[in-house]
Structure formats: C-alpha cells, structure tokens
C-alpha cells in the first residue's frame, strides 16, 4: 500500500473518533524518515489512546502493521508506519513540541479532499 493510501485511511479514522487540529504534511523533500507526517490534537489522555487505537485498528484492517509505536502512556503517541508517521498529542504536548512549525517548510495536504463526512454529521 503507498503512503497516500496509508495517510488517507489513518487521516479518516482520526476524523472519525473527533481528533481536532487534523494536520498533514508532506515531507518527502525534507527528510527521508517520511513520506508524510498526520499530525492531530486529543481533548485528553484517554483521547490519545482512543485516537491512536482506532488509526492503528483502520490501517490494520488495510493490512498494514506499524513499524513501531511510542509513547503509550503519555501525553503524546507515535505511530511509526514508515512512509507516514502519525503524531496524536495533548494539547499541551502538541503546543509545547510545535511539529506543525518546526516541519512548516514540509508542503501542507489538503484533507479536505481526502476526509470522508462521519455519519451523523
């Protein structure tokens, strides 16, 4: 599966489970740990591993296993899947490491074109 397919079924199950602030970069052309990075804010630590559950549930489901995984009991998750790496933070874990700023020059996708409407929305 390629890394578009990966970022739109994780972007999609985050959306699903009311992950806010939902961010996608693309950083192929900066670093060659990515392809992309999804970036999204909990509204609390059982939030964090909710949202990080259902991403790796979704993408599973694909068929596809994380590379790794870190951070499960704390206030920010990583989900390693290779070509797309899915950061889910607290709001203040997210504020204090401003991944959105530091990989700004990385080129923003528009999730709009990409994000299915939950049901009952």
Not at 10 to 32: G, H
Not at 58 to 73: D, F, N, R, T
Not at 77 to 105: C, N, P, T
Request: glycine letters at 4%.
């Amino acid at each position: 599966m390629d890394a578009f397919e990966i970022l739109k079924i994780a972007a999609n199950a985050l959306n699903a489970k009311k992950a806010t602030e939902l961010n996608a970069v693309k950083v192929s052309d900066l670093t060659v740990i990515a392809d992309y990075f999804l970036i999204c804010t909990a509204s609390s630590s059982t939030h964090v591993r909710a949202l990080a559950e259902e991403a790796e549930a979704k993408l599973s489901e694909a068929g596809v296993q994380p590379h790794h995984i870190e951070g499960k009991a704390t206030g920010w998750i990583v989900l390693d899947y290779r070509s797309v790496i899915i950061h889910v933070f607290s709001g203040d874990q997210r504020e204090f490491y401003a991944l959105d700023k530091m990989w700004s020059d990385g080129e923003q996708v528009d999730l709009n074109d990409i994000l299915i409407e939950a049901e009952g929305d």
